[in-house]
């Protein structure tokens, strides 16, 4: 079993529509939890970065932990077609390395 | 553009041939470190560097492997006599050592073609 799982779609939504993407994650040493949106064939850009439960929003995204259940998610307002990309979630501990999700790929259809 | 820079951004080279990347991190950012990605897949931790030192090495390190980072500045990987499943997205990434500071910051990675 993988440390942390992500479904990895493709997830194909109309223009306007609510995005939810999610990730599970077995390790409970797991301190901060990341959201990284990617572009094909272009390196990872940071979206959101939560170091504990509960809610973080930034504009259109929303980022949600619940560490008792070991699930976190993304969620998307008012979808574009800009935001159509790979997503990946990311967890880690003290170190800094991160482990990543298989990454859910988005198409947002005009 | 997040300030960390990789070279070359692609490199295609014949199996057997030993291959270096390199990259240049966030100046101020003493941790540095180095994953690989396939397709379809999420990044894989490789190794990483607080400073010059490398303070952990993945089980995915094979002795082919080496990265070093001399001074604490830009470091290099090298992959010597590669193989068609070195074949992936080099992804560097830098961060800032601090109290609840863990955000990490891509490059745009080097893309790996072994033939």
């Known amino acids: 079993q993988k440390e942390v799982e992500q479904d990895p779609g493709p997830l194909s939504v109309p223009e306007g529509a609510i995005v939810s993407l999610n990730c599970t994650y077995s390790n409970s040493a797991f301190q901060y939890f990341m959201w990284y949106r990617q572009y094909s064939r272009k390196g990872p850009e940071l979206l959101m970065y939560?170091?504990?439960?509960g809610n973080k929003e930034d504009g259109r995204f929303t980022a949600q932990v619940d560490k008792s259940s070991k699930y976190i998610s993304l969620f998307i307002r008012d979808s574009q077609p800009s935001d159509s990309a790979t997503y990946l979630c990311?967890?880690?501990?003290?170190?800094?390395?991160?482990?990543f999700g298989q990454g859910t790929t988005l198409q947002v259809k005009p | 553009d997040t300030g960390v820079s990789q070279n070359p951004r692609h490199k295609i080279t014949k199996r057997g041939q030993n291959v270096t990347f390199r990259c240049d991190p966030i100046s101020e950012h003493n941790r540095l470190y180095w994953y690989r990605q396939t397709l379809g897949q999420g990044p894989e931790f490789l190794t990483y560097f607080q400073n010059e030192a490398q303070l952990e090495k993945s089980r995915l390190l094979s002795d082919r492997f080496s990265a070093e980072r001399p001074k604490g500045s830009f470091s290099t990987l090298e992959i010597q006599r590669t193989e068609q499943g070195d074949s992936a997205m080099y992804l560097c990434?830098?961060?800032?050592?601090?109290?609840?500071?863990?955000?990490?910051?891509f490059g745009p990675g080097t893309r790996l073609t072994v033939t």
């Open positions: 990311a967890m880690g501990e003290d170190t800094g390395k991160l482990i």
């Open positions: 939560t170091y504990s439960s």
């Open positions: 990434a830098s961060r800032l050592e601090g109290v609840l500071s863990y955000e990490q910051y």
